[in-house]
């Protein structure tokens, strides 16, 4: 009991540990990651608490089921559009640009330092996949974000590119250990496909069920449906692996399914499963600084700057040229691809299989990865931001609701009651609740200013900063916000735009979102972004000033982004 007890006090002080980091986090712009391992070298045998812990397997079965936790999180805040959209340069990205990665890295391993050729590709497999978690919780922070192309193929291809590093890895530690035979090039497509495919499948279908039962299934307690979210996440991973299909691309689309589906209490499943999410993050980073040892990290520091080095200057860099080409990204915006492919939890995750199986040379394959991963995540991560601020490649982060106060399933009401901020310049800074663009079915039940709760009235006039609570059909969210956030610098300007009746970020909003709040319909496809629905409609780019009709509705083009419509006003045909 005692034993339970001092474990119980030692993993809360360390979780406490971890979320707190955060705040320094963000304002030094150092990676959590770090500071998160830095907790567990602390904690280590080597560190001031001398907590013994050399158990590789433990270690790799343990981070593995937190990995997918993660993934699952990723998948749900992921919309199947933005999937489809950079479907082809993210796949390309997440299978040829590992398989570059790798041979890079078994190169430097090889050449310069002193690696048998199987060692060496199994160091370059090790290394050949990046980690969102690692970028975004570097990037997002900070208040702005990259461009939606970019950001889109950081995002997936980080989500759909474990697979074949861990296939990879698997085999080539297999090989080494004597339990397996060097397959063929056919007999590793036809692995690879079997598991991508097996794993997509049950991907598909526990979410895809998952999402339907629980839109018709009432529960009496909210809780559960959270309940019912993790284990889709768990059937999911556990499933495709039983069946020779991967675990971890399976959890990854399960999560997207689950996302699209309109689900009760959804804004409380996601930031149940970002909470999950965030004690996975720190405790795989814990648990590996636990597994590290300061000294090894130490001797293998000339070697893990080398393999730094070659991994953020030649071999990102190449596969993310020779993987987008094709598809006509700027090079600033490859560049930006290559400086966000951070190694994170996924790469040292990998690195235990091999020292579980017990290889020679596996505890310095794994100090290695663990090294350059560091430095990747401290390098990249805190020049991410300021390369793309130079490049001239950020946008405001959109505006997410702090507090998301669910009353009841949407199920049931078919609304939801949101806050949102206020942000300088928006629509509604400066402007008295009645003179808002709103529908007539949202009402502003509560405004909170400063440390004030106030019960706003028609002649209220809101400013920056504060904090409002909105009722409206749900869905609507994403056209709501766009009257409270601040606008992004255009490319083209209407002068019309200042009167706007309601100024809406077609950027931002679907053609599902749209639909729902108009009572419109405007495609079969409701996950596409209205900006491409509409410049598909005009079928050139769109021009400051122009009108679109749509059934009953005439949209007035007010500003434009790279030839798509940004900013739109919403007026009744006719009027």
């Not at 002080?13 to 567990?40: E, H, Q």
């Not at 993210?90 to 310069?112: F, M, S």
């Not at 208040?143 to 995002?155: D, H, N």
Request: some cysteine; hydrophobic content about 55%; proline content about 5%.
């Amino acid at each position: 009991m005692d034993h339970a007890a001092n474990l119980m006090l030692i993993a809360g002080v360390l979780l406490a540990a971890g979320a707190l980091s955060s705040r320094l986090s963000t304002r030094s712009g150092v990676p959590l990651a770090l500071l998160f391992v830095a907790i567990g070298l602390f904690a280590g045998k080597e560190g001031p608490l001398g907590l013994p812990f050399d158990d590789a397997a433990l270690a790799s079965g343990i981070s593995v089921g937190l990995l997918a936790l993660i993934l699952f999180d990723g998948g749900l805040s992921t919309p199947a559009g933005l999937i489809r959209r950079v479907a082809a340069p993210a796949l390309a990205l997440a299978t040829v640009g590992v398989i570059v990665t790798a041979l890079v890295i078994a190169a430097v391993a090889v050449y310069v330092l002193g690696f048998p050729w199987l060692q060496g590709l199994l160091l370059g497999s090790v290394l050949g996949s990046t980690d969102a978690a690692a970028v975004f919780a570097a990037f997002r922070g900070r208040g702005v974000t990259l461009p939606g192309r970019v950001r889109a193929v950081l995002e997936v291809e980080s989500g759909i590119n474990d697979p074949i590093a861990v296939f990879l890895t698997v085999t080539l530690t297999a090989m080494l250990a004597g339990t397996g035979v060097a397959p063929g090039g056919w007999e590793v497509a036809r692995i690879f496909a079997v598991q991508m495919s097996v794993g997509i499948g049950i991907g598909v279908g526990v979410g895809w069920g998952a999402g339907r039962l629980m839109r018709v299934l009432h529960l009496d307690i909210a809780g559960l449906y959270f309940v019912l979210t993790l284990a889709t996440a768990l059937l999911a991973f556990g499933g495709a692996h039983a069946l020779g299909g991967s675990g971890i691309i399976a959890v990854y689309v399960a999560g997207v399914m689950v996302g699209h589906a309109r689900l009760p209490f959804e804004h409380g499943v996601r930031r149940f499963h970002d909470g999950i999410a965030w004690i996975a993050q720190v405790g795989i980073f814990v648990l590996l600084g636990l597994l590290a040892t300061p000294s090894r990290l130490i001797l293998e520091a000339p070697s893990g700057i080398a393999l730094a080095t070659a991994l953020i200057l030649v071999a990102r860099p190449l596969a993310v040229l020779v993987t987008t080409a094709p598809f006509g990204y700027h090079w600033r915006d490859q560049l930006l691809i290559a400086c966000g492919g951070l190694r994170g939890a996924v790469p040292v995750v990998l690195a235990t299989i091999p020292l579980a199986a017990g290889l020679p040379d596996a505890n310095r394959i794994f100090h290695l990865v663990f090294f350059a991963v560091l430095l990747s995540a401290l390098v990249q991560g805190t020049s991410l931001n300021p390369l793309a601020r130079r490049l001239g490649r950020t946008e405001p982060a959109a505006a997410e609701p702090p507090v998301s106060l669910e009353l009841t399933a949407l199920r049931e009401t078919g609304q939801e009651l949101l806050g949102y901020g206020v942000e300088r310049a928006s629509v509604a800074d400066g402007k008295a609740v009645r003179d808002l663009p709103l529908p007539i079915d949202a009402l502003i039940t509560l405004l909170v200013r400063e440390s004030e709760a106030i019960a706003p009235r028609g002649s209220t006039v809101l400013r920056a900063g504060d904090q409002i609570y909105v009722l409206h059909k749900a869905g609507g969210s994403r056209v709501i916000a766009a009257v409270v956030q601040a606008q992004a610098p255009d490319e083209a300007t209407s002068e019309d735009a200042a009167q706007a009746p309601l100024p809406l970020d077609a950027r931002i909003a679907t053609v599902g979102d749209f639909g729902d709040f108009y009572g419109v319909s405007l495609g079969p496809d409701r996950d596409q972004i209205l900006a491409e629905c509409l410049s598909e409609q005009l079928g050139r780019s769109a021009r400051a000033g122009e009108t679109i009709d749509v059934p009953g509705l005439r949209l007035r083009v007010l500003t434009v982004i790279e030839g798509q419509p940004h900013q739109v006003s919403v007026e009744i045909s006719g009027a």
